[in-house]
């Protein structure tokens, strides 16, 4: 049927009773709701989506790979065979709008530099998908407001790939966090981070995103955040620096040090760099310590408090796996996502104001 025969059929649905009147995104959504599984169309096709995402999409139950966005046609040919993709379900980045009358695809999962997850969020949503955007969510707090603008504006969800807020371990020692079982927190101090010896990813490119406080930063913000339970009130001091300048240039950050305030006088110390493997969540209650090591692996989170160990041990791509069908059932539900676009925006300006305090010297209240 072609695509305007498609859309006025859309629109106008003959019953017994009188013609009832419908917008093409709300039969569209009433089809996906229907549906065992959702179909997913990967973004990018770099590591993560290459080692990760489609992997975890094998062993889903809630959602598959139904297509692809990529713009290196060699790519495009081995994951057609890989996987059995039909060619119509295969896009570039010249044909992506035309994702919107595909049946097949009801969620875009952006997997691109974070100076491009604006523009595909935003595309994704006017295409009336739902979208799933990695993190960091964007460069600006006002991406981030944008992208949920869209995605509210065409009725479509919005949920960011924080994977470990679906993780099993995490959600444990969250649970003894938020119930009070080891009294109030008094302190939190992370880290997250790794050697990275890579000289011309879009990490160590500015205009893309690049700098370890927008990737393995938003980590240490999450863990503080998460261990506290709560949002900071300023951001007390930070630092940034490099000691690799021919690889972090002009100021791009290899290592970021930032303290945080919270109600109640909490305070919390991040660390997160690209120079070292570095990678622990500590939250000191007043009834003992939570200890997390490691924190944001992907093969697993181990922590123990006086409560005892938690340990749910899994293999790779686990963490991946739960993440998409807890949000594609959520979207079959209709219920809001479990960490929805606003959750992303919260930790870029974070981002932003440690980045800030970082220039001046100063304190930044928020």
């Not at 966005?69 to 035309?98: L, R």
């Not at 990678?279 to 310590?289: H, M």
Request: with cysteine.
């Amino acid at each position: 049927m072609a695509s305007q025969s498609r859309r006025n059929a859309l629109k106008t649905i003959v019953t017994g009773s009188g013609i009832i009147l419908l917008s093409p995104n709300s039969l569209f959504s009433a089809q996906r709701q229907k549906k065992d599984k959702l179909g997913i169309a990967l973004v990018g096709l770099g590591y993560y989506s290459t080692d990760l995402l489609a992997p975890a999409l094998q062993q889903t139950k809630n959602c598959y790979l139904a297509g692809i966005v990529t713009g290196t046609p060699a790519k495009a040919e081995a994951w057609k065979q890989k996987y059995n993709i039909p060619d119509k379900n295969i896009y570039n980045y010249q044909t992506f709008d035309s994702i919107a009358n595909n049946p097949d695809i009801d969620v875009v999962y952006v997997v691109l530099p974070p100076s491009m997850h604006k523009e595909y969020v935003i595309r994704a949503a006017n295409a009336g998908k739902h979208v799933w955007c990695e993190k960091p969510m964007a460069i600006t707090a006002n991406e981030c407001q944008e992208m949920i603008d869209a995605c509210r504006k065409n009725k479509r969800s919005l949920a960011i790939g924080y994977r470990l807020q679906h993780e099993p371990n995490t959600t444990e020692w969250r649970k003894i966090v938020q119930q009070k079982q080891l009294g109030k927190v008094k302190q939190v101090n992370c880290a997250a981070g790794y050697r990275d010896n890579r000289t011309d990813h879009w990490k160590q490119k500015k205009e893309m995103g690049g700098g370890v406080l927008y990737d393995m930063g938003v980590y240490a913000i999450q863990g503080a955040r998460l261990g506290t339970a709560m949002e900071p009130t300023a951001i007390i001091s930070a630092t940034t620096s490099t000691t690799r300048p021919e690889i972090y240039k002009n100021g791009l950050d290899e290592t970021v040090v930032a303290k945080l305030q919270f109600p109640g006088g909490v305070i919390a110390d991040i660390k997160t760099t690209f120079g070292e493997n570095t990678n622990f969540l500590d939250v000191t209650c007043e009834k003992g310590i939570i200890k997390v090591n490691p924190y944001s692996a992907y093969n697993g989170q181990k922590a123990n408090s006086p409560l005892g160990d938690i340990n749910y041990p899994y293999q790779v791509p686990f963490q991946q796996a739960k993440q998409m069908d807890d949000d594609a059932l959520t979207i079959m539900q209709g219920k809001p996502m479990p960490v929805p676009g606003e959750e992303g925006l919260r930790d870029i300006r974070l981002v932003e104001a440690i980045y800030k305090s970082a220039a001046s010297g100063k304190q930044v209240n928020l």
